[in-house]
């Protein structure tokens, strides 16, 4: 049983946090380290996370001295884990006994696998959905993580060989679209179809916080714009897909501008390779699903 590292960023995190801990505490994969960095709560996160420490050994807290955000904050656990696999962490979710088991059981010769979760409310009652619906992963290529992300990192278990190219994590965008991205792109990416997380849905998560901040401080640049961005600085794309991911790029750009007929073209034409995780769709169903997508970037 190689050590696995649990990388578990905090941020204002009192409320769900002891939770979250002892369902990460009770995992049936008992070689464990739990790296948790915290980034400027003014909560009693500390207080939380001192006290865990102080009963279990497993538990190794860092206090980041100045507020880092959610990527460059699990960039720095990541890199302080010293296991063979790394098992990302939100603050508030939940974890079924089993789940790093069956990720490090699943994992095989992959960089990154991921699983699917059950959505709950804030006080944990299941809101019977789940973050997958309808998902398939088979054969997929890196063009279907470009216009969105299905690779959710509390759902992921990492293995440390990934870390060259995975490492720096872009300080925009999203950290997980980013990994699932990379893995992908080098056929390194596997799933394991099981419900391993109950995820929590409340407004005052990191992510929706996040996600918030980000369209105030970048109007004209959306999250998918962003994105798109950090995967052309990737220094091992080959010139021809980075010719490919430039398109799309420059697409949803004009989109973003007003001219929506560029992203439109490309939506329907290409929704085979973009959206194969999808079901298929006839042209109508296509410029339909174009006309929805467009108004969300």
């Known amino acids: 049983?190689?050590?696995?590292?649990?990388?578990?960023?905090?941020y204002n995190g009192a409320v769900y946090l002891g939770e979250q801990l002892e369902t990460i505490l009770s995992q049936t994969y008992s070689n464990l380290e739990i790296i948790v960095a915290d980034d400027c709560s003014t909560d009693s996160t500390w207080h939380i996370l001192t006290r865990y420490a102080l009963m279990d050994s497993r538990i190794k807290i860092f206090?980041?001295?100045?507020?880092?955000?959610?990527?460059?904050?699990?960039?720095?656990?990541?890199?302080?884990?010293?296991?063979?696999?790394?098992a990302l962490s939100d603050q508030d979710d939940l974890w079924y006994p089993n789940k790093i088991e069956e990720l490090y059981n699943a994992i095989g010769d992959n960089w990154i696998v991921f699983s699917n979760s059950e959505l709950i409310n804030s006080t944990g009652n299941l809101l019977d959905s789940s973050l997958l619906k309808d998902f398939q992963f088979s054969d997929q290529k890196y063009n279907s993580l470009l216009l969105n992300n299905y690779v959710t990192g509390h759902t992921t278990l990492i293995n440390r060989v990934s870390l060259s190219c995975v490492l720096p994590i872009p300080e925009r965008g999203f950290y997980d679209w980013w990994l699932g991205f990379i893995a992908l792109y080098h056929n390194k990416l596997g799933y394991l179809d099981k419900v391993?997380?109950?995820?929590?849905?409340h407004a005052n998560s990191v992510i929706n916080t996040s996600i918030k901040e980000s369209r105030i401080k970048n109007?004209?640049?959306?999250?998918?714009?962003?994105?798109?961005?950090?995967?052309?600085?990737?220094?091992q794309l080959s010139k021809v897909d980075k010719k490919y991911i430039t398109g799309i790029y420059n697409s949803v750009k004009a989109a973003k501008a007003g001219n929506s007929w560029p992203l439109y073209r490309l939506i329907i034409f290409q929704y085979p390779v973009l959206?194969?995780?999808?079901?298929?769709?006839?042209?109508?169903?296509?410029?339909?699903?174009?006309r929805k997508f467009i108004r969300t970037i």
């Open 219 to 235: 109007r004209r640049e959306s999250t998918l714009i962003l994105q798109l961005n950090s995967f052309l600085d990737y220094p």
């Open 196 to 201: 391993l997380t109950k995820y929590r849905v």
């Open 63 to 86: 206090k980041n001295t100045v507020n880092l955000g959610f990527n460059k904050n699990f960039e720095k656990t990541i890199s302080l884990a010293s296991g063979n696999f790394i």
């Open 275 to 290: 959206f194969s995780h999808k079901k298929s769709r006839g042209f109508t169903s296509r410029l339909n699903f174009a």
């Open 1 to 10: 049983m190689p050590l696995i590292s649990v990388a578990l960023c905090t």
